[in-house]
């Protein structure tokens, strides 16, 4: 009987150790609400690469599209909250989407934030053979053939159809919009010539520009973007105040352990401080997050605040998910 017992606290010895395994003791899901290919897919593969060595864990990038992103953001509010689950997206997928949407959770109380991550501005791009050269050009040809001129956009709800709809408003012209699932298709259509425009966000098609397959007319910033400096803001170019710039973070189920959130922002913190993992961001022209944004807190009160911001502007906007 004694060494029966011996044996049955020795089981349970070792399940309570089971349980108590360290985070993580498995590999790690990372999932990208849009297809394979795009600037937002590559720099989570770049974060992910470095996460991975912080963690001792592989890091598995998942690219769920469809809906806005709002499927990928689903299944990262159905997930446990073990931290095994990671979402990670931008503005247009946890801003805009989540209030073009008629979503069946809350992007602010129903997720964790875990760490800000770098952000990358929009441009206003062209196939290479339309004739207009300049952003003023394209302004002038756009009025003289009125609705005549097709734009890509990544959803109804992106904010690359918000950086068109700006530009419209701003100088009075009318585009004609064609829906894709991703910044990866959308490029590929106006680098072989089939959609004439793309606001796009500019890390997506940097190196089409650098290959001379598309026209960059003005970045939307109010300073030069150091990645393609040749190119004018929209200030300079003739239609001042156009600014937008998507950010990108990291996301977890509501209620997963501080210390697993802490661990996950320690790992994106040590890619983002890592000299080559730097250099493989500038060169797809992303820039680090402000010092005092990084933590869980910060980032969670700086999301919020971009939710404050953009809701409104989508209300107004009277756009509807189709």
């Not at 590559?42 to 963690?55: P, Y």
């Not at 003289?144 to 001129?149: M, T, V």
């Not at 680098?191 to 290959?211: K, P, T």
Request: proline share 8%; net charge positive.
């Amino acid at each position: 009987m004694g060494r029966l017992l011996l044996v049955l606290m020795a089981v349970c010895l070792l399940a309570g150790e089971g349980r108590a395994q360290p985070y993580p003791s498995r590999p790690v899901t990372m999932v990208v609400p849009l297809p394979p290919g795009g600037a937002v897919d590559a720099l989570a593969r770049i974060l992910a690469e470095h996460m991975r060595v912080t963690l001792g864990q592989p890091i598995i990038v998942e690219n769920m599209g469809g809906a806005g992103g709002t499927l990928a953001m689903a299944r990262i509010v159905r997930s446990a909250p073990d931290g095994y689950t990671i979402g990670m997206g931008s503005l247009s997928q946890y801003v805009i989407s989540a209030g073009v949407y008629e979503v069946p959770f809350n992007v602010l109380t129903d997720l964790d934030p875990v760490a800000l991550l770098p952000s990358v501005p929009y441009w206003m791009i062209g196939k290479k053979t339309l004739p207009p050269n300049t952003l003023t050009e394209l302004v002038a040809y756009a009025k003289a053939n009125p609705g005549k001129l097709s734009a890509a956009s990544t959803g109804t709800a992106s904010l690359s159809r918000f950086c068109g709809m700006a530009f419209e408003q701003k100088t009075g012209t009318t585009l004609q919009y064609v829906p894709y699932r991703g910044g990866a298709p959308a490029l590929q259509d106006v680098v072989a010539g089939q959609i004439d425009l793309s606001c796009d966000h500019a890390a997506n098609s940097l190196s089409q520009y650098r290959n001379g397959n598309v026209k960059a007319y003005a970045v939307m910033s109010k300073s030069r973007w150091f990645a393609a400096p040749d190119v004018p803001t929209t200030d300079e170019a003739g239609v001042p105040g156009v600014y937008i710039s998507t950010w990108h973070g990291l996301w977890v189920a509501k209620n997963t352990p501080r210390e697993i959130v802490g661990k996950i922002n320690a790992a994106a913190q040590a890619a983002m401080a890592d000299s080559a993992t730097r250099q493989r961001l500038a060169d797809l022209g992303a820039e680090l997050p402000p010092a005092d944004l990084r933590t869980p807190a910060a980032f969670g009160a700086f999301h919020k605040t971009e939710v404050d911001k953009w809701f409104p502007i989508i209300k107004a906007a009277g756009i509807k998910a189709k």
